[in-house]
C-alpha cells in the first residue's frame, strides 16, 4: 500500500526540459506524467500495475523499480516502505549511466520535496459545462437510438432468442 507520492527537484526539471525538446522526448514526459497521475489516483494499488515494468528489473539499487516509457525512455523509481519516490527520466543509456553513479542509493527526504498524500479520493474534474466535447453528446445520441433488436442482429452469434 502506498500512501505518499514524491518527486525528486532534479526530476521535475528534467520533465520541464524533455516537453520542451518535443518529439519523442516530449513524449516521454507526457507518459511519466500520466504514469505518477495513475498511481496517485489508484495509490492503494500496487505500483507494477500502473506502467510496464523494464524486462529485466533494476539490481543495483534496493527497492528500485524502472518503468519502460517507450521509445528508449526509462523512468527510475524507488519505493520505501509505504512511500514511492520518482527519481530519474532519461533514455535506457542516461539510465545506465545513473543507475551506475547511484549503485548502493540510500535515499532520505529532505524540504526540498513535495509529497502529495494519497486519500483514495478522486479530485472532481474542474471543466466548465461549455467545454464539454461535442463528440460525447453525439456518442449519447447514438446510444439512445440503439435497441434490443439492433443488438440482436448484430451480435446474432452470441445471444439465445
Known sequence: MILSVSIDPKLRKRLTELRKQGGASSYAAKKADDLINRLLLRGKDCSHEIGKLTKNGEFRIRQCKKYDLGNGFR????????????????THDECHRWLERNKGLRY???????DIF?????????VPAEEIDPADAYED??????????????????CVK
Open 118 to 126: 494519497i486519500t483514495g479520493e478522486i479530485p472532481e474534474p474542474s
Open 75 to 90: 523512468l527510475i523509481c524507488l519505493r520505501q516502505r509505504h512511500h514511492f519516490i520518482f527519481l530519474y527520466i532519461g
Open 141 to 158: 445520441q447514438l446510444l439512445q437510438k440503439i435497441d434490443d433488436k439492433m443488438l440482436r442482429k448484430i451480435f446474432c452469434g452470441l
Open 108 to 114: 532520505e527526504m529532505d524540504e526540498g520535496y513535495q
